[in-house]
């Protein structure tokens, strides 16, 4: 006699969707700062997001690092784990927050030879205005060793 498949009673979501998604860290929790920045910089406009750490990788990346990540049709911001943190200040990683956040209400455009482009001028005009963006500029060129292998 074979085996029957079950059907599943409840619909499958895609695979980003069934990841455990936690926005508490050990030294961090970035839905307090994504609050904390949504009402100072966004008049609390980005509504339905969910922000969590990333997963975990068994080896650091060689050559670039990225700190966060948006998706937009899923309303995930994802910030790299390794931020989470002692020696990482808390408005670097509220920097690296906000910039993501910026990507929900800055438009992408396309240049002339139809290459998207999603760090505008506007887009960089906007980042400019966190309160410690040229402290932020700096201290990730200082520290950005510390992140690669």
């Known amino acids: 006699m074979g085996t029957r498949k079950r059907k599943l009673s409840v619909k499958r979501l895609p695979v980003q969707r069934q990841l455990e998604?936690?926005?508490e860290g050990q030294y961090f929790d970035l839905r307090a700062l994504f609050d904390k920045l949504n009402a100072e910089y966004f008049n609390g406009a980005l509504r339905?997001?969910?922000?969590?750490?990333?997963r975990k990788r068994r080896?650091?990346?060689?050559?670039?690092?990225?700190?966060g990540t948006i998706q937009e049709e899923d309303r995930i911001i994802r910030i790299h784990p390794l931020l989470d943190a002692p020696f990482v200040p808390t408005?670097?990683?509220e920097y690296v927050i906000y910039h993501e956040m910026l990507h929900a209400v800055v438009p992408e455009e396309?240049?002339?030879?139809?290459?998207?482009r999603i760090h505008t001028d506007e887009f960089y005009r906007?980042?400019?205005?966190?309160?410690?963006?040229?402290?932020?500029?700096?201290?990730?060129?200082?520290n950005l060793d510390r992140f690669l292998r």
Do not use: M, N
């Open 21 to 23: 998604l936690s926005h």
């Open 110 to 116: 396309e240049d002339a030879t139809g290459r998207r």
């Open 126 to 142: 906007r980042e400019q205005r966190f309160h410690c963006y040229q402290r932020a500029r700096r201290w990730e060129d200082e």
């Open 48 to 54: 339905g997001y969910t922000i969590t750490w990333g």
């Open 91 to 93: 408005w670097f990683l």
């Open 59 to 67: 080896l650091p990346p060689k050559e670039y690092f990225v700190f």
